[in-house]
Nanobody
Framework: QVQLVEAGGGLVQPGGSLRLSCEASVSASAQILSINTMAWYRQVPGQQRELVASVTSGGTITSADSVKGRFTISMDNFKNTVFLQMNSLKPEDTAIYYC??????????????????WGQGTQVTVSS
């Protein structure tokens, strides 16, 4: 019933910028009540998925040391959308970026359901 739809990945030269977005949507029979935290993770083939940045509904932000000063995460609570502005991109930022929604609560015809969800992933490639 819940989908996280990501957009904004692509190919960019070193030093360039990209903006990722991820919108949480539900079927017509349900309604999103709240999302505790939205985050971006990234994964390189053969390596573990790592946290890039997260933001809570209250505005608390956590970022990986490797992206501090370059990446900015933000959330539009009304649109259930999280953004990741990525500046000064480096080749080592190349990865598949995944959106995550933690403790997303939806109202359904059978009651409230709370669960964690993942997006399908979007490729970011930084190369000259």
């Amino acid at each position: 019933q819940v989908q996280l739809v990501e957009a904004g990945g692509g190919l960019v030269q070193p030093g360039g910028s990209l903006r990722l977005s991820c919108e949480a949507s539900v079927s017509a029979s349900a309604q999103i009540l709240s999302i505790n935290t939205m985050a971006w993770y990234r994964q390189v083939p053969g390596q573990q998925r790592e946290l890039v940045a997260s933001v809570t509904s209250g505005g608390t932000i956590t970022s990986a040391d490797s992206v501090k000063g370059r990446f900015t995460i933000s959330m539009d609570n009304f649109k259930n959308t999280v953004f990741l502005q990525m500046n000064s991109l480096k080749p080592e930022d190349t990865a598949i970026y995944y959106c995550n929604a933690e403790r997303l609560a939806i109202a359904t015809t059978i009651g409230t359901i709370t669960h964690d969800y993942w997006g399908q992933g979007t490729q970011v490639t930084v190369s000259s």
